[in-house]
């Protein structure tokens, strides 16, 4: 069945580096992925999308890459800051669908 | 504050009890979409609506779980006869749909513990 899931679990990079998670996904008709970032005891909060028919997108210190090939998304986050601190998961939709489906998640811990 | 809202925020019952969930999605937009989140796991999708139509359930709502949108407005999402795996976080979002995108943006989650 469709499925998605993440390559860590964790994640601990220093302050004002660059952070990279990654997500992988088995159902090659997904065409919608959502990355969202959680703090503890609150809800999911969006931080950038993407469409199969693109395969990079950026935003303010976010990028997400996806490799359809492969079945792989990522997100890259620059010059990581304490408040980036928090569980980041990937999310997918099939077209015609309406049910995202989200992986475990990975916990960015920010060092000082 | 315009975004998903939802009440209560946290929940204590004892098992067997009846708990209901509301969600007032974000203004205009058609679909409302029920999740279920427990510690260290991803948001499993529960249910959806377009308007007051519910269009889509998952395996994961026993015939304890009823979700409603009267008016197409807000949702109440209830569960009866509690049991201890219940204890979860319950996730309310909405989307514009057919207005206008898929993009599903999350309220702040109703906790329950069941005891």
């Known amino acids: 069945g469709e499925s998605v899931g993440l390559h860590l679990p964790t994640l601990s990079v220093q302050e004002g580096d660059n952070s990279i998670i990654n997500c992988a996904y088995s159902n090659s008709a997904s065409d919608y992925f959502i990355w969202y970032k959680q703090e503890s005891g609150k809800g999911p909060q969006f931080i950038i999308d993407?469409?199969?028919?693109?395969d990079k997108r950026q935003g303010q210190r976010v990028t997400v890459l996806l490799n359809k090939t492969v079945k792989h998304l990522s997100l890259q986050i620059a010059a990581t800051q304490p408040g980036d601190s928090a569980v980041y998961f990937c999310a997918e939709k099939e077209n015609y669908g309406q049910n995202f489906v989200f992986g475990p998640g990975t916990r960015l811990s920010v060092l000082p | 504050d315009t975004g998903v809202s939802q009440d209560p925020r946290h929940k204590i019952t004892k098992r067997g009890q009846n708990v209901t969930f509301r969600c007032d999605p974000i203004s205009e937009h058609n679909r409302l979409y029920w999740y279920r989140q427990t510690l260290g796991q991803g948001p499993e999708f529960l249910t959806y609506f377009q308007n007051e139509a519910q269009l889509e359930k998952s395996r994961l709502l026993s015939d304890r779980f009823s979700a409603e949108r009267p008016k197409g407005s807000f949702s109440t999402l209830e569960i009866q006869r509690t049991e201890q795996g219940d204890s979860a976080m319950y996730l309310c979002?909405?989307?514009?749909?057919?207005?206008?995108?898929?993009?599903?943006?999350f309220g702040e989650g109703s906790w329950l513990t069941v005891v």
């Open positions: 979002a909405s989307s514009l749909g057919d207005r206008g995108g898929d993009t599903i943006y």
């Open positions: 993407i469409r199969s028919n693109m």
